[in-house]
């Protein structure tokens, strides 16, 4: 348990301490305000990422149980393969209705959130990015944690370098911030991309 357990902990650590440094990263240069202004974005992305998760919670056991079963890895990953399409169909109707609805809500009921709108409209896009992840589960099913963690450092890195660097051409802006996740998680669904494919290809050739 603790051969197998403890590398999955660390991952799982290391990917939740990032929303921790963006918000500390927040405070540190634009004040609480900005803090409290992020957190409607926050909840953009929260309620987003409730249908990852409990896509997660569906798939994970799956593949699992399959591999446990002796199925190969192209069938394993071809269980992600459905449920993330219906994924994508549900985000891509929630997005357009959600930047739509987004600053009507805020003026009607919150206004004082009203200089958050923007940044929230732009978490939509990080959380559809975000339903890439449920690919990530492949790597703990087959027990391959170092390339899980090089998924998500791989995106907090990028994500670190974006938000620098448009901090030091342009200044502070909340903008920033969606802009470098939206990156990271661009990054990251391409090394998904490639390294699945990469294990895919390659037991293909060992049956």
């Known amino acids: 348990m603790m051969k197998l357990g403890l590398p999955m902990f660390g991952e799982a650590n290391v990917y939740g301490l990032w929303p921790t440094m963006q918000r500390t990263l927040i405070l540190a240069l634009g004040g609480t305000k900005a803090l409290g ?12 990422n409730t249908v990852t998760n409990s896509m997660n919670s569906v798939i994970y056991p799956t593949m699992a149980t399959k591999w446990g079963k002796g199925g190969t890895v192209s069938e394993v990953i071809k269980l992600i393969l459905k449920p993330f399409g219906l994924g994508i169909m549900l985000f891509a109707l929630a997005l ?54 090089k998924v998500f450092l791989s995106g907090i890195l990028v994500w670190f370098f974006v938000v620098s660097l448009d901090y030091y051409l342009s200044g ?16 990251m669904s ?13 037991n293909a050739e060992t049956i």
């Open 37 to 48: 202004l992020f957190a409607l974005a926050v909840m953009v992305e929260n309620s987003m």
């Open 96 to 149: 357009p209705l959600g930047w739509y609805l987004l600053p009507i809500f805020v003026e009607s009921f919150i206004p004082n959130y009203i200089e958050g709108v923007g940044v929230a409209q732009l978490m939509l896009f990080v959380g559809l990015l975000g339903l890439g992840n449920v690919f990530s589960n492949i790597y703990n099913v087959i027990k391959n944690q170092a390339d899980r963690l």
């Open 172 to 187: 502070f802006s909340l903008l920033i911030f969606p802009k470098a996740m939206i990156a990271a998680y661009l990054v």
């Open 190 to 202: 391409a090394y998904n991309f490639f390294h699945i494919r990469k294990i895919w290809a390659f």
